[in-house]
């Protein structure tokens, strides 16, 4: 009886064990041979991430389609497309809006999954040669995705890159102000009035913190939190990822990601996955570098409870 009530037990813990990996399972945990959970990894090693520049990867609410940025030695940045077909990821190809004339890079799906927008400096339609970096957007419709449009004042006239949506639809991105050095760049927002883009605001010096290079910010579908990239003298390399929270409409300071995603090379163009479980982020140096995922969750929330113990 003792024997049947021992086996019985170790049963249980199997099953229990079982069904709380296969709970962490989804359609990303498919790219990679290792879930991370404390530790950063490499992501979809050898099909995403290479001996190429890897970074800025979105996914589509379902997970099952995902963009990325390529850059291959001594050539431009381009964007690559992979889906999810019968169970399967279909292997990285160009992007269907890729171009001959210019350059894209740093996708992003809107947590609605209706639009997908990149930077490129293709040129626009009035002319033939590129007008520079400028933002773009595909719309999602019922046979797939648009062809790009660019986006129209107030972002057309000026700097803007790495752009990211909220539910809401208020947008989120780096520029800087005419006459500013590229490493003097800040975070701005522009609010959805009604399907209308009036007006950009730069961001407290809560996010932009005293510093060089910030840049490429996430925000949190429900904007509860932003995270982003900048160069610290209080940081652990190059660039680090920080995060803010929106506290009733208030911006908490930057808080540093810590030694877990931070290391002494370059951490930049943060994403979650639209089930909020892991982050993904670039790191390597200036020619070379992968992108990597960690579980977010508790990282997330050890931040909010020293903010709340303080």
Known sequence: MKFVKTLSILIFLLVFITSCQDSEKSNLTLLSDQIPTDTALIFGPNVISTDNFEFAITFNPEMDELFFTRRKPEEDNEIYSMKLVDGKWSGPKLAFFSTNTGWDFEPHINPNGNRLYFGSTRPHKDTL??????????????????????????????????????????????????????????????????????????????????????????????????????????????????????????????????????????????????????????????????????????????????????
Request: charged fraction near 25%; proline fraction near 5%; glycine fraction near 10%.
């Open 129 to 310: 040669r590129s007008r520079g970096l400028y933002q773009w957007y595909s719309e999602k419709k019922a046979d797939g995705w648009s062809q790009p449009t660019p986006l129209e004042k107030p972002f057309a006239d000026r700097f803007v890159m790495y752009l990211t949506s909220s539910e809401n639809g208020n947008l989120y991105f780096t520029s800087e102000e005419k006459g500013a050095k590229i490493e003097d760049g800040a975070i701005y927002s522009s609010i959805n009035e009604e399907g209308q883009y009036r007006s950009i605001k730069r961001m407290g010096k809560e996010i932009n913190f005293p510093g060089k290079w910030i840049a490429h910010p996430y925000i949190a579908p429900d904007e509860s939190y932003i995270i982003y990239d900048g160069e610290s003298t209080s940081g652990f390399g190059e660039n680090d990822l920080y995060i803010s929270f929106n506290k009733n409409g208030t911006w908490t300071e930057a808080y540093n990601l810590g030694p877990e995603i931070n290391t002494d090379q370059t951490e930049m163009c943060a994403s979650v996955s639209p089930d909020g479980k892991y982050l993904f982020f670039h790191r390597g140096g200036e020619d070379n570098g992968d992108i990597y995922w960690i579980d977010f969750r508790p990282i997330k929330e050890n931040i909010k409870k020293n903010i709340k113990n303080k």
